[in-house]
Structure formats: C-alpha cells, structure tokens
C-alpha cells in the first residue's frame, strides 16, 4: 500500500492568509488568519500549532507548497521565502501554485470561471479559466492588474460564468448590475433552480474559506505530474510592478 506525501500548504497572497496540512488530497488540518495581523509576525506560529494539530513534525513533511501570485507583494515574499528557507534546510521539493488557480478550483468546475483577487487601491487581479476537473484548470487568457469596471468590459460579455474569490465578492453589486445590464441571469451562490441548459446566466460562487487546501491540491496534482520546484527555481508571480518601482 502506498502512502500519499504529507504536504505543508501556505497561503500569504490574501491578508488573512492561510496554511494547510495534507496527505495527498485529503486535508489533514487547516486555518486561516488574521488580516489585521502581518504574516511576519504570525505565519511561523500557525505551521507550528497546525503541525502540532496534526501530530506531525516538520521533519515529516514531504512536500512544501505555497500561493505564488498575484498577491500582496510584502505577504508573498514572507510565504515565499519561508516556504524556501524550510524545503532548503530540509532538502525536499517544493511546489508553486499561482493563486488565481487556487482561486479558481474553489469555485468547481465549468465553462468559465473569472477569479479575481482584490489588487488594492480599488482594483483587482482577474484572470478566466477552464475548470475542467479539480485536477484541469486551463488559463482561458493572461492575468491583469486592471479596474472592476475594466474587468467588466473583458468579460462582460461572456456567457455561463461563474465569478470567483475575493474580489469578486467585494464587487458583488457591480457585477450584478452588468449581468442585468447585458441580459444575464444572475444566482448568488449555488443556486437549485440554476437551469443546466441555459447559457446567459452569471454566478457568484461561495466565499472561499481558506485558499490553502485549494493550494494544496493543485500542488499534490503537480507532484503526480513532475512538474515540482526547487528553492532556488520557486519564483512569485506579481503581475504588476510593485508601489516602490512604480514611483521610480
């Protein structure tokens, strides 16, 4: 009988942020944060009491995973670079997984899901997906750093949508106004009268409870696949130029 990987998951793109412990795809245990708190300050302690949780031991952890981006910058560089720092000091691999992916698996499967991840500043990360599987997640387009409103312009007219994560709940208001304006049913949440064979239809999917178990699970998918990261190759995905170089 074999035995899945045990997989440490962090999640530092979202403020609250998120860690999880794993064996294969079944989630052990998990949290989420505190979004008034940085990550600097707590993220050593939540693997620590999560493991303890578990009954396990850092030593015991076969795979390191963490969200890559786009994110917060500050909060992606502390998971990052911790994720880095404990692979390296236990030579294990470990497994990038871009959080709009994250984002977009917790949404379920369908046609075409929009993730979006709140950017600040009043504008969001927003990328479309296939989500064929909760293993087959296919990009439909890049990711961008744009306005809600813009946001709205790309995929306005995009029938049989579902609209995923953070910023999409934030934006609830205005993306039901678009879907009323463009002729789209709109359900919020699950919905048991959604109609399979109607296609002009909008759904706001459930808010996610804690990234990190989507993190884990796409990055188990990856080890099966062979396409896991090293501490010198794990690299963020910021898709947009951070405050300090903008100002240059």
Not at 29 to 55: F, K, M, P, V, Y
Not at 181 to 204: C, I, S, T, Y
Not at 221 to 242: C, E, F, G, H, K
């Amino acid at each position: 009988m074999t035995i899945e990987p045990l997989i440490l998951s962090v999640e530092t793109a979202t403020l609250a942020g998120s860690v999880a412990v794993s064996r294969g795809t079944e989630i052990m245990a998990s949290n989420s944060g505190d979004s008034r708190i940085s990550h600097s300050n707590t993220l050593l302690a939540e693997i620590d009491g999560l493991l303890s949780q578990n009954h396990s031991q850092l030593s015991d952890i076969e795979l390191f995973a963490v969200a890559v981006g786009p994110g917060s910058f500050t909060g992606l560089r502390i998971g990052i670079a911790t994720v880095k720092a404990l692979a390296a000091n236990l030579d294990r691999p470990c497994a990038g997984v871009p959080t709009l992916y994250a984002i977009a698996r917790a949404g379920g499967v369908s046609e075409n899901t929009v993730a979006v991840l709140p950017a600040g500043r009043g504008e969001v990360f927003a990328q479309m997906f296939r989500v064929s599987s909760p293993a087959v997640i296919n990009p439909l387009d890049e990711p961008a750093h744009i306005s809600p409103q813009k946001m709205l312009e790309r995929y306005g007219s995009v029938d049989n949508l579902i609209w995923c994560g953070e910023g999409a709940q934030v934006h609830r208001d205005l993306i039901k106004s678009r879907a009323q304006e463009m002729g789209h049913q709109f359900f919020d949440g699950p919905h048991n009268e959604l109609d399979d064979q109607a296609k002009r239809r909008w759904m706001l999917a459930s808010p996610i409870s804690n990234l990190a178990e989507q993190v884990a699970n796409l990055a188990y998918t990856r080890m099966q696949y062979n396409q896991l990261d090293t501490p010198i190759t794990l690299r963020a995905i910021y898709v947009r130029p951070s405050d300090a170089e903008l100002k240059l």
